[in-house]
């Protein structure tokens, strides 16, 4: 039976998907090299990323939280790897006989990528050069392979052909091509992903040395009861929890850096870094944590933070009497809102420089950020900040509030179990349970533990050191050979005993009582 269209030329499926996986890798590499001059956030990647970040709705954040833990962006990152992949392999195995749909399809691809980096607020003018670069750079690769394909196999299949002098020839013309088109983008890649790498700010916080207090936090003996098992009472820089929504960490060098303080105040001001650094230090220790952790969960941890009292920056700018909300923006875009209340009443709200004696890491905020004890991180712990406005809650919503969770949100008095760890074997007799109490600002006055809900005991608590960070706590239980489990539940200085009533994270913070099984043996 005669059909004209099985009588056109068509690419060998292996080479129609190689062309279009081609194609996608070199917009790719093209957008990282432009994003290397324009900024990094420019990078196509990496603007479809946090797009698609920003608009997750918070089940699906809680979602990732939960199953990636700390690794969320780069599962995002891979998972948009393979995606990818699969668009280039769609785009050539479409564009076997013409090379059109395969064009349409990266021209949509490019288009997502523009509209994302012209989504975000806290890119310059130019950035929109790299997706765009990114866009042609793939669609013109693509062509070319494309053609230089049809070439070779219409050289092969159809002796005369009016491109190739031989089918030699197209083959080698098509392989010289694409090793060509490899190259190049590899070489794209690797100098615009160095080029970022050195865009970094490691050199401008090392220029800042370590940080000293007028008035330094002392921990004293007795505060921490960190043994095998349990975290150590001040968290360690490496093992502080990370929760936020930059796909890429922010780099904000200190002279790069300022602060605006704005909106429903007397007189404006913006400070830089030398102002902050140049003011009187104070060291506190305080326990941040985020809403999301769950009952038990690993989303909290303890510092000593260095910075200015907001207050005395808020005094300076006169706030006005009916401001209630500071809003609180980073580099990046993302927003918090805090109660003024807040930051103007004795609990020590912070402009954080530094942390545990060293200018902040990077993540945690480099060269700044707020922290506010007793108040969930997403209202209050805005890093990388730039820009703070005194507004009201009825004008303004911070990042989370329009993606479900309040716009309030203290700190719930609560507990966890450290030791033993869930499941473990621990010998009978004489068994250590050990953990951490919180309620900051108001401060732990008593944890109990029961064992297979028995009656409740009372467990030795560590030295109080502030109000501000959580106490830890360890108490010896009895045990015969068996399947145990053990809950415990902290009472703060209010009297208020934390809730057995569970609640999820969403809206505004887990509770429950932990509860452990393990055996005995
Ligand atoms: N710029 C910025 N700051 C942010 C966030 C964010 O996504 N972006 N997340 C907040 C949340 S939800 C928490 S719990 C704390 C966590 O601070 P950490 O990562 O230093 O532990 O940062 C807060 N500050
Ligand atoms: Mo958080």
Redesign the pocket.
């Known amino acids: 039976m005669w059909n004209s269209r099985s009588d056109a030329p068509r690419l060998p499926w292996p080479v129609a998907a190689g062309i279009g996986v081609a194609g996608v890798g070199s917009a790719l590499a093209a957008g990282q090299l432009v994003a290397a001059f324009v900024g990094a956030g420019a990078s196509p990647y990496v603007a479809v990323g946090n797009a698609f970040i920003d608009r997750t709705p918070a089940a699906l954040k809680e979602f990732a939280v939960r199953n990636f833990g700390e690794n969320d962006k780069t599962a995002l990152l891979l998972g948009m790897g393979v995606v990818l992949f699969l668009v280039g392999v769609g785009a050539g195995l479409l564009s076997r006989r013409n090379a059109m749909p395969g064009t349409v399809l990266a021209v949509l691809l490019g288009v997502l990528g523009v509209a994302a980096v012209l989504g975000r607020n806290d890119l310059g003018q130019l950035s929109v050069l790299a997706p765009v670069i990114s866009l042609v750079a793939g669609a013109m690769v693509f062509r070319l392979l494309h053609r230089l394909a049809m070439d070779w196999v219409i050289g092969r299949d159809h002796d005369a052909t009016p491109y190739a002098e031989s089918p030699a020839g197209g083959r080698r013309k098509f392989l010289i091509g694409s090793a060509g088109v490899v190259a190049g983008a590899g070489l794209a890649g690797i100098v615009g992903q160095v080029l970022i790498d050195t865009n970094n700010v490691d050199a401008s916080r090392a220029a800042v040395g370590p940080l000293v207090a007028t008035k330094s936090a002392i921990v004293p003996p007795g505060a921490d009861f960190a043994s095998s098992g349990t975290p150590a009472y001040i968290t360690d820089e490496g093992a502080?929890?990370?929760?936020?929504?930059?796909l890429t960490i922010p780099q904000v060098a200190t002279q790069n850096w300022s602060l605006r303080i704005h909106g429903m105040v007397d007189r404006e001001k913006t400070y830089s870094y030398a102002d902050i650094r140049n003011r009187k230090l104070v060291e506190q220790i305080v326990t941040?944590?985020?809403?999301s952790n769950p009952v038990g969960g690993p989303?909290i941890?303890n510092a000593k933070f260095i910075g200015v009292y907001l207050r005395d920056l808020l005094n300076e700018v006169g706030v006005h009497p009916d401001a209630d909300q500071l809003l609180s923006t980073?580099t990046?875009g993302?927003t918090?809102g805090t109660p003024v209340s807040a930051l103007m009443d004795d609990r020590g709200a912070m402009l954080a420089i530094g942390m545990n004696g060293q200018p902040l890491p990077v993540?945690?905020?480099f060269p700044a950020?707020m922290v506010v004890p007793g108040l969930?991180?997403?209202v209050s712990?805005?890093?990388?900040v730039v820009d703070m406005e005194l507004t009201k809650f009825s004008a303004k919503q911070g990042y989370w509030v329009p993606r479900g969770y309040s716009q309030l949100a203290p700190v719930k008095t609560e507990s966890r179990i450290d030791k033993p760890a869930a499941f473990q074997r621990v010998a009978a007799g004489n068994v250590v349970v050990a953990g951490i109490a919180w309620a900051q600002t108001k401060g732990i006055q008593r944890v109990e533990v029961r064992v297979d809900g028995g009656p409740w005991q009372d467990a030795q608590l560590s030295t109080e050191v502030t109000k501000n960070s959580w106490r830890m706590w360890r108490a010896f239980v009895d045990l015969k050979p068996g399947n145990h489990t053990v809950e415990c539940r902290a009472t703060d200085d209010t009297g208020y005993v934390q809730t057995q009533d569970t609640a999820d994270t969403v809206p505004d913070g887990a509770t429950g009582w932990p509860s452990i099984a393990f055996t005995a043996a």
């Open positions: 502080f929890y990370r929760v936020d929504t930059a941040l944590c985020c809403v989303y941890s980073s990046d993302y918090a993540e945690h905020g950020r969930y991180g997403y712990a805005t890093k990388w």
